[in-house]
Each structure stands twice: as structure tokens, then as C-alpha cells.
């Protein structure tokens, strides 16, 4: 679900609505790129190498590739970046409506590409200048972990939810399983008493991947993001 569709569904905790006023902000800039109302579009990240996204949920939810069109927009950050620095003052200086639409554009323009055939050449323009400079070539490897290694991911703007039958696998971050079974160990040696937080947030994942397994979706630990033959 979207944050459109929390909010219709009245599971948002507390007041503060699920979908804030800088989503529907941004919502708003963003259907000038994929065409589409807020409410169709559902934010996934690019990962090279099946492995998952550490940082984007509990579980990684892999979904199959006949499940993102070749059309697919896709941006080279967070989407949330736009309402930031250096985006922020270029549109605030055309705050001019017909300015400030083109001002969008331009920046929407260079930000973003399709899936089919912008990807491989986004993310390497992505990672380069990252790291130190190299004489030899990037490797698929390289630019994975780059991609990886903070929680600046490329974001695509996918129209339309998915099923269980569209996942492809379920990955689990290795931090997470280690934390969770610690947690676990201590509290049946009485070492620690979690709090109501830590034993809920167990819980959560034991039921979610007891349900993709009893769905027959394939939940493993991602334990590393590189290129690696399994």
C-alpha cells in the first residue's frame, strides 16, 4: 500500500495523516513525469543483484521484472530531495506559476529516466566520484555496493500495486536477523527483558515471513550486496 492508501484505509497511528502535505507536495510535481494520479504510483529502489535493500522495510520484497515496465520512470535519488538543496532555491526563485513549472520540468528532466533504458547508465553516473578515482573499469559488483551503501537509493515510480504471486523472492538484512535473534537468545537466558517495542517488533517479522513462506515466496538473509555466485 501507498500512503494514499493507509489514509483511505484509516491505519495511520496517532493524528498525523499518511499522506503528509510535503508527499502530496511532491505528488503533485512528480505527475508531470510518469503521468498518473498520486494514488497509482507505488516507490520501489533499484538493486542490482537480487539481494535486497537494507533500510527500505523489514523485509525486502523482490518483485518479479515482468512486474516493471521497459516505460517505468525512475529517478537517480529520493524523491523527497526535490523539496532540498539544490532544488529548493531554484524553484522558490520561479515562484512565478508558468516559470516554476518549467523550472520543474528541467530538474525532473535531469533527475530521471525509464527503466528500460536508462538504468545501467544512471546508476554508474550515480556511484561515480564516490569512491577514489580508478584507472581501471566499474564493475557490476562496484556499483551495487555503491548503490547500497547509504540509504540515497534510485527511486522508481512504479503505476499500480503488486500481489504475492509478483514477488520473486523476500530478503531479509543481515543486521536485522542478527539483532533479532540476539534479542531473542537474552531474553530466554533472562538476561534482558526487551520492551514492548523490541518483543512487538520480532513478532512482526516472524508472522510476515511465516506468511510469504506459507505463500511459497522464498525468504533468505541477504548477506552480502555484491556481485556473489550462490
Not at 494514499?4 to 505527475?31: C, F, M, N, Q, V
Amino acid at each position: 500500500m501507498n500512503a494514499y492508501d493507509l489514509e483511505e484505509l484509516d491505519l495511520t497511528i496517532g493524528s498525523k495523516p499518511a499522506a503528509s502535505t510535503t508527499r502530496k507536495t511532491i505528488d503533485a510535481w512528480l505527475t508531470k513525469l510518469h503521468k498518473h494520479e498520486p494514488r497509482q504510483i507505488y516507490f520501489a529502489a533499484v538493486e542490482l543483484n537480487g539481494t535486497g535493500i537494507g533500510f527500505y522495510g523489514d523485509i525486502c520484497l523482490v518483485l518479479s521484472p515482468r512486474e516493471i515496465p521497459e516505460n517505468t520512470k525512475v529517478l537517480d535519488r529520493n524523491s523527497y530531495n526535490l523539496l532540498q538543496e539544490p532544488f529548493l532555491t531554484e524553484i522558490r526563485r520561479h515562484e512565478e506559476h508558468d516559470k516554476k513549472r518549467q523550472a520543474l520540468n528541467t530538474i525532473l528532466g535531469e533527475v530521471s529516466g525509464t527503466w528500460g533504458s536508462d538504468i545501467g547508465l544512471m546508476a554508474a553516473i550515480k556511484i561515480v566520484g564516490s569512491d577514489a578515482p580508478r584507472e581501471r573499469r566499474l564493475t557490476t559488483g562496484q556499483i551495487s555496493e555503491a548503490l547500497l551503501s547509504d540509504e540515497d537509493y534510485m527511486e522508481v515510480l512504479k503505476v499500480g500495486s503488486f500481489a504475492v504471486e509478483d514477488l520473486e523472492a523476500g530478503r531479509l538484512a543481515l543486521a536485522d536477523v542478527v539483532a533479532e535473534d540476539q534479542i531473542e537468545r537474552d531474553y530466554s537466558l533472562g538476561h534482558l527483558a526487551p520492551d514492548h517495542h523490541t518483543v512487538l517488533w520480532a513478532q512482526q517479522r516472524r508472522k510476515a515471513i511465516s506468511a510469504l513462506r506459507k505463500a511459497g515466496v522464498s525468504v533468505n538473509v541477504a548477506r552480502t550486496s555484491g556481485r556473489v555466485k550462490r
